[in-house]
């Protein structure tokens, strides 16, 4: 019988990809955040951190700017913004 090998994800925490980033960033408004960890378990990357309303954070140094932490947010309070 056949067997498919998968590879396991890679996480950027062992690789820095903050510098390829797609054209946006995510950024955390901080005033509307419930602390639901949503961002948080949905970030492919983990790069965000937080424990109490409004203190969540993304680490721009691994963050690849997919959007899925802006996406997942049901108080909206996270926003995508263009790189400069």
């Given amino acids: 019988m056949f067997a498919a090998k998968v590879a396991k ?6 690789n820095k990809t903050g510098s390829w ?3 946006q960033k995510p ?3 901080q005033k509307n955040c419930i602390a639901c960890n949503m961002c948080l378990l949905f970030c492919p990357e983990g790069c ?3 424990e109490d309303k409004n203190t969540y954070i993304c ?3 691994y963050c690849k700017g997919c959007g899925g ?6 108080k ?3 926003v995508m913004e ?3």
């Fill in 48 to 50: 965000i951190k937080g």
């Fill in 82 to 84: 263009k790189e400069k």
């Fill in 27 to 29: 950024k955390f408004l």
């Fill in 69 to 74: 932490c802006a996406i997942i947010c049901p």
């Fill in 9 to 14: 994800p890679g996480k950027s925490r062992a």
């Fill in 59 to 61: 680490d721009l140094e």
């Fill in 76 to 78: 909206k309070d996270i």
């Fill in 21 to 23: 980033r797609t054209e």
